[in-house]
Every structure is written in C-alpha cells, then in structure tokens.
C-alpha cells in the first residue's frame, strides 16, 4: 500500500536554528499539505501546495516557514529562527482529491 | 466559539458495547465531513468520510445533519483496538483545508 514517507522522525534543535522537514508524498498524488500537532493539542492546518505553488495558508504559516518542491518526489518544510513554540509534531499529507493520507509525522524539539 | 466542537472525554466503554460520539461545527458553508482516527503520538488516519444520507462501514456508522450543524460516529460491538482519538474534521472546500476537532478519546475496556 502507497504511504507518506517523512524523515527524520525526530529533529531536535537549538533555538534560533533552522530546520528542514523532508517528506515523499504518495507517487500520484497532486495536493500536498503540512500540519502540526502541538502536544496534547489539535492538528493545526498549515499550508497546502499544488500545481508548484501554494494554494492556501495558515495564520501560522508566516514568513518564517516555507515549502518547496525541489524535484519530482520531495516535498519539504522549511522552519527559519526556530522558537520553543514551534516544538511539535509536523505531519506531511498528500491526496488525489480525496482525504489527505498523512505521513507518520516528525517531532521537532527546540531547546 | 471553536470551529469544530468534540466532547474531549475519555468515554471509558467495555468490549462489545456499542458508542457514539457528536461533533459540532459552526459553519454553515462547510463541504466536506470525515472522521479520522488518531493513535497516541501517530499521525491520522481516514476512518470515513460523512455524506449527507448517512453511511456505515462495517462497525461504523456516520451520519452528517447540516440544519443542525452536527456530525455522528457510531461504532458497535467495539473492540480493544478501537481505542484510540476520534477527530471530528470539515473542509471549507475542495482542497482539504482541513479544520479539526479536538479529538474525543475512547478506552475500550476488556
């Protein structure tokens, strides 16, 4: 069965360091999303992208995060000047039109 | 008002017992309605999708009334590994911006 793949699985980081959160969506699929889910909290939208740019964002998706898809199978998120708050999970989705299937997440840690 | 409304619980229920969970959302204009299912510290997965005629998937049944604004999941004859977060999600439109419930958690008890 096709899966989100995310890596790595835990990043830990000094504050004010950046960071980049790797995924390989699903092969066919065409929309691809990045989530966060503080701990013990809901999952938060961040951004959605498709056709190369992105289509809708977060109020939490400010000028210090940034997608991009450098190649035909990886899709990443890019965290500048780290802060305690962004310590979360980040889950990667991606979906034909259908549901997003969401990657197994990365846990971020700031310190 | 929060977008999407769930009961927190935990609803503690033993093996074989049927439960539901309610989910409210506040708007009127959302398109789309799913539960997923969220295990600890793992990412969601699609349970189901929500129509409007209400649909079942084996244990599981969903239904969806927009005049009230709410959302159902029923499972039945639960079993241990139905333990888990059940989120309440809506989509304001076609491309999954999807907006998520707090979560409702169930304990199956043997």
């Known amino acids: 069965e096709p899966e989100v793949t995310q890596t790595p699985s835990h990043q830990v980081t000094q504050m004010g360091q950046e960071v980049i959160l790797r995924c390989v969506p699903i092969s066919n699929h065409l929309y691809f999303y990045w989530y966060r889910q503080i701990l013990g909290q809901k999952v938060e939208f961040l951004v959605s992208?498709?056709?190369?740019?992105?289509?809708?964002k977060s109020e939490i998706f400010d000028d210090q995060f940034s997608v991009e898809r450098p190649d035909g199978s990886n899709f990443t998120l890019k965290i500048r000047s780290t802060k305690l708050e962004d310590s979360a999970m980040y889950f990667c989705?991606?979906?034909?039109?259908?549901?997003?299937?969401f990657g197994p997440g990365t846990r971020l840690t700031v310190l | 008002r929060k977008e999407v409304e769930q009961d927190p619980g935990p609803f503690n229920v033993p093996e074989g017992a049927t439960v539901a969970f309610n989910c409210t959302y506040s708007?009127?204009?959302?398109?789309?309605f799913f539960w997923y299912r969220q295990d600890c510290r793992k990412e969601p997965k699609l349970l189901m999708s929500v129509y409007s005629s209400g649909n079942e998937d084996g244990r599981f049944t969903a239904q969806l009334n927009r005049a009230s604004q709410y959302i159902s999941l029923l499972i039945r004859d639960s079993k241990l590994s139905d333990s888990a977060t059940y989120l309440c999600?809506?989509?304001?439109?076609?491309?999954?911006?999807?907006?998520w419930g707090a979560g409702t958690k169930l304990i199956i008890k043997p």
């Open positions: 999600v809506v989509s304001m439109d076609s491309n999954y911006q999807l907006i």
């Open positions: 989705a991606s979906s034909d039109s259908s549901p997003p299937f």
């Open positions: 708007n009127s204009a959302s398109q789309s």
């Open positions: 992208f498709y056709n190369n740019e992105i289509s809708e």
